[in-house]
């Protein structure tokens, strides 16, 4: 496997009696659409705007291509915070190729950057159009255009998705895959687990500032033991697979009666069926993969709203 380009090192950070990273470690590699995954209050966006500069950490370190990251590298960075950044007053036109410039790009370059990242997403018609007259979606647009309009290395962009439409999003997701397949370095976070489980190659959950699982969407889906579901007619409380011995773990049984049973390898499902057999005919039986938001529940012991909630309930906080 590639080494990441993007590394996060031992990040720590305490505001008062709040600790808002406690180590956290993980890395993203070249071309990949990652996805930063926790609730509110657990600490992403405190590494996204630690990535920038923007807050500084106690101790840990931020990597890019194996070096610290400097001002220089920053430049070579988009950046799409969750609260608006855009001056409200001015067009979007003029918006886009302000930053574009900021990024060093001449005046030319700039217009025709901004023009066509515009036109791309969607807003050709909106060029000379205030930003607070924007509708919400169509300034997220703007926000994704103008971390895209200097052609970034690095893309880190916090909760996207937020607020748009169906079309909306899946623009934007075409513009991140596409950007991902050029080979620009996608981190972004979002509480929409089913639109990171089809996008996303990877991810991180973190919580309460600490990394509780990561790794290919694909492996934390199929997790340390296979799943086996099970479902035999007439038998609600799928009272066959009581006790199954070493052949596997029965961990939920469905209202319809299915039981979802942890074995240990694929090879060992025999056993099972032939008990499930045994007791009466079988309508059901496969190897299923868990949801994202599953592995985010059993990483974190709650839902993303549960987990939130509970962040909530605490003492008062800036966000993190």
Same mark, same amino acid.
């Given at each position: 496997?590639?080494?990441?380009?993007?590394?996060?090192? +031992?990040? !720590?950070?305490?505001?008062?009696?709040?600790?808002?990273?406690?180590?956290?470690?993980?890395?993203?590699?070249?071309?990949?659409?990652? /996805?930063?995954?926790?609730?509110?209050?657990?600490?992403?966006?405190?590494?996204?705007?630690?990535?920038? /500069?923007?807050?500084?950490?106690?101790?840990?370190?931020?990597?890019?291509?194996?070096?610290?990251?400097?001002? $220089?590298?920053? !430049?070579?960075?988009?950046?799409?915070?969750?609260?608006?950044?855009?001056? =409200?007053?001015?067009?979007?036109?003029?918006?886009?190729?302000?930053?574009?410039?900021?990024?060093?790009?001449?005046?030319?370059?700039?217009?025709?950057?901004?023009?066509?990242?515009?036109?791309?997403? +969607?807003? &050709?018609?909106?060029?000379?159009?205030?930003i607070d007259a924007l509708s919400h979606g169509n300034q997220q647009r703007a926000q994704l255009?103008?971390?895209?309009?200097?052609d970034p290395e690095l893309l880190v962009l916090d909760e996207p998705f937020s607020g748009l439409? =169906? /079309?909306?999003?899946?623009?934007?997701?075409?513009?991140?895959?596409?950007?991902?397949?050029?080979?620009?370095?996608?981190?972004? @976070?979002?509480?929409?687990?089913?639109?990171?489980?089809?996008?996303?190659?990877s991810v991180a959950i973190i919580h309460r500032g600490r990394l509780v699982a990561s790794g290919?969407?694909?492996?934390?889906?199929?997790?340390?033991?296979?799943?086996?579901?099970?479902?035999?007619?007439?038998?609600? &409380?799928?009272?066959? $697979?009581?006790?199954?011995? @070493? $052949?596997?773990?029965?961990?939920?049984?469905?209202?319809?009666?299915?039981?979802?049973?942890?074995? =240990?390898?694929?090879?060992?499902?025999? =056993?099972?069926?032939?008990? &499930? !057999?045994?007791? /009466?005919?079988?309508?059901?039986?496969?190897?299923?993969?868990?949801?994202?938001?599953?592995?985010?529940?059993? &990483?974190?012991? $709650?839902?993303?709203?549960?987990?939130?909630?509970?962040?909530?309930?605490?003492?008062?906080?800036?966000?993190?």
């Amino acid at each position: 496997m590639d080494s990441p380009e993007l590394e996060i090192d +031992g990040l !720590r950070r305490r505001y008062d009696t709040v600790t808002a990273l406690d180590g956290l470690t993980f890395g993203v590699r070249a071309g990949e659409l990652f /996805g930063f995954l926790g609730p509110n209050g657990s600490g992403k966006t405190t590494t996204m705007r630690a990535i920038f /500069g923007v807050t500084a950490l106690d101790s840990g370190q931020i990597r890019w291509r194996g070096r610290p990251v400097d001002a $220089a590298a920053r !430049r070579t960075f988009g950046y799409m915070p969750e609260e608006r950044g855009l001056y =409200p007053t001015m067009e979007l036109l003029d918006q886009v190729t302000y930053f574009a410039e900021l990024h060093g790009l001449s005046a030319a370059s700039a217009a025709r950057a901004a023009r066509y990242w515009i036109e791309r997403l +969607g807003l &050709a018609s909106r060029e000379r159009t205030r930003i607070d007259a924007l509708s919400h979606g169509n300034q997220q647009r703007a926000q994704l255009a103008v971390a895209l309009v200097h052609d970034p290395e690095l893309l880190v962009l916090d909760e996207p998705f937020s607020g748009l439409d =169906p /079309g909306g999003i899946d623009a934007m997701s075409a513009v991140l895959a596409e950007r991902a397949a050029a080979g620009v370095t996608v981190l972004f @976070s979002s509480h929409q687990l089913d639109l990171v489980e089809d996008i996303c190659q990877s991810v991180a959950i973190i919580h309460r500032g600490r990394l509780v699982a990561s790794g290919p969407v694909a492996d934390l889906r199929r997790g340390d033991r296979p799943r086996l579901v099970v479902r035999v007619a007439g038998d609600r &409380a799928a009272a066959w $697979a009581a006790d199954l011995g @070493s $052949a596997g773990t029965p961990d939920t049984v469905r209202a319809d009666g299915t039981a979802e049973i942890s074995v =240990p390898s694929p090879e060992g499902s025999q =056993p099972i069926l032939d008990l &499930a !057999r045994a007791a /009466g005919r079988v309508e059901h039986f496969a190897f299923e993969d868990r949801s994202l938001s599953e592995v985010f529940r059993l &990483a974190t012991g $709650a839902s993303v709203g549960q987990a939130e909630a509970e962040h909530a309930a605490g003492p008062a906080e800036a966000t993190l």
